[in-house]
């Protein structure tokens, strides 16, 4: 499962999509938005993503981590749009046959999202807004 949506993310449909009876490691990462950066009240966050490019590119991340990490299912499902405070703006779920793999592949997948693929985060607050470089 690989989605891009401005729908309010269902978590237990994004792990359930990855169960598998072969699978002794399942790992999950949750993204939320949360209420202050640097000391700022955030307000809330908007998501912008060129959406065949990071289609792609979640893609690769899902090719990848099956091949490297021994990885037997994978989804990553973002936001877009605005994002609430306390709402999930990414959610990744691994299974693989053996936790370390899912540990590792979901660590990688969040990192190389975040390197990768385009998707621009805006944070909004109460006094104004910035887009934030998503590439360290």
Known sequence: MIEITESILDTSKVINSVMDPGCGGLNVFIGNVRNNTKGKKVTYL??????????????????????????????????????QIGEAAVVIAVAAPHRDAAFKACRFAIDTLKQTVPIWKKEVFEDGEVWVSAHP
Do not use: P
């Not at 990490?69 to 994978?74: D, E, I, Q």
């Open 46 to 83: 908007e998501f912008e993503a060129y959406y065949e490019m990071a289609i792609n590119e979640l893609q690769k991340i899902v090719d990848e981590s099956k091949s490297v990490f021994n990885v037997n299912k994978m989804a990553i499902v973002h936001r877009t749009g605005k994002v």
